[in-house]
């Protein structure tokens, strides 16, 4: 079992909030600078508007009119840094390899998605993390079902910044948002029993899932040991979610955006499995879509220690990262290189392919990061 020097956790804040990233852009991907200068006490950064009004690329070519929106643009990055500062506390792999990845880009890097695991119970599914991304001009898009972990998912397209290249990480082109939900009507009455039991002790927590997860809380009561067994007998998705709740469950580098040979994502494997990463082998390393169109892989998740609310403190799965390249499609293949843009693409997901990168937490790949 991978270990890492960080203290065990509770439902109490992870880090402390002088320590949740800058709102204000860093001039460079430099995650300890991120992390310093937040401070609860007065926002410094100045406030600009998002107003945007764009056009969309679906599979096939067609085109949709997104509406206009308006919000906070350095509000909603902010949100989204804290999120990944959490992240990368948590998940010293992910971290490693961020900073492995920049040093070879020179600070250039772009986040393909990021994903989210929830209950999908007593409005603590799907719903209860769409909205924020709703409100600041996201669309939903594609339903996916995952029959065999009792799962669905629903992914959302970010607004029009999405396509411009400047920036890097959470400062540049805005993810895709990928979020699944166990559907806890469709398992056992033991383990029905205990996620109701959490997310009831939880209150109104639904409706704060963006501000948990940016803060790295549980919204819900420190579970018991004995019930994070219960669970992980059964699906360690539910089990996962009881411990992490709404943190990133993973974030997705764009290989194809990439600037150097890294861009080919079977390379990047190579390279980061010659730097000593491991990476999830549930279907092969490399996850191809049937139109051979999208290529993903992922590592193993870290593990951290948790103390559960019996005094028990014990090895749980974290987080990992996550790796797309998306090929052109074929009504755009002759368009010259320097033409391609990210509407050019194979978008979405595929289901075969998102059920192993769940894989990266569970019990047997986990337990591959120690060997």
């Given at each position: ?207 704060y899932a963006a501000l948990a997860s940016s803060l790295g809380h549980l919204t819900w009561d420190t579970p018991l040991y004995s019930e994070f067994q219960q669970l992980a007998r059964e699906s360690e998705y539910a ?133």
């Open positions: 079992m991978f270990s890492t020097t960080t203290k065990p956790y509770t439902s109490s804040t992870l880090i402390s909030l002088s320590k949740i990233s800058s709102i204000s852009k860093p001039k460079s991907w430099n995650i300890q600078s991120s992390i310093n200068h937040f401070s609860l006490g007065g926002l410094t950064t100045s406030s600009r508007n998002l107003s945007v009004s764009c056009s969309y690329s679906s599979e096939n070519g067609s085109h949709f009119q997104r509406s206009s929106i308006q919000g906070g643009e350095a509000f909603f990055r902010g949100v989204l840094e804290s999120m990944q500062s959490v992240y990368l506390n948590r998940n010293p792999t992910a971290k490693a390899i961020l900073d492995l990845v920049h040093s070879v880009e020179n600070n250039s890097l772009c986040y393909d998605h990021l994903a989210f695991r929830t209950f999908g119970v007593n409005g603590y599914g799907i719903d209860s993390l769409a909205q924020f991304f709703l409100d600041y001009g996201y669309t939903q898009r594609d339903e996916l079902r995952f029959p065999g972990k009792k799962l669905r998912a629903l992914w959302f397209s970010p607004p029009s910044d999405s396509f411009s290249d400047d920036g890097s990480g959470m400062n540049g082109p805005l993810p895709r948002i990928f979020i699944s939900e166990l559907l806890v009507d469709q398992m056992s009455p033991q383990t029905q029993e205990i996620i109701r039991k959490y997310t009831e002790s939880s209150g109104n927590g639904q409706k089990a996962w979610t009881l411990v992490n709740g709404h943190a990133l469950n993973h974030v997705t580098i764009s290989a194809h955006r990439l600037k150097t040979h890294l861009k080919d994502i079977k390379k990047l494997n190579r390279f980061l499995e010659e730097s000593g990463f491991r990476l999830n082998s549930e279907g092969g390393v490399l996850k191809v879509s049937p139109d051979g169109l999208l290529q993903q892989s992922s590592t193993v998740a870290d593990s951290i220690s948790f103390q559960f609310s019996d005094g028990i403190t014990e090895s749980v799965p974290c987080s990992y990262i996550e790796f797309a390249e998306r090929l052109v499609l074929p009504q755009y293949e002759n368009l010259p290189h320097t033409e391609i843009k990210e509407f050019h693409r194979r978008d979405g997901f595929e289901v075969a392919s998102a059920d192993k990168i769940f894989e990266s937490t569970s019990k047997e790949q986990v337990s591959r990061a120690g060997a």
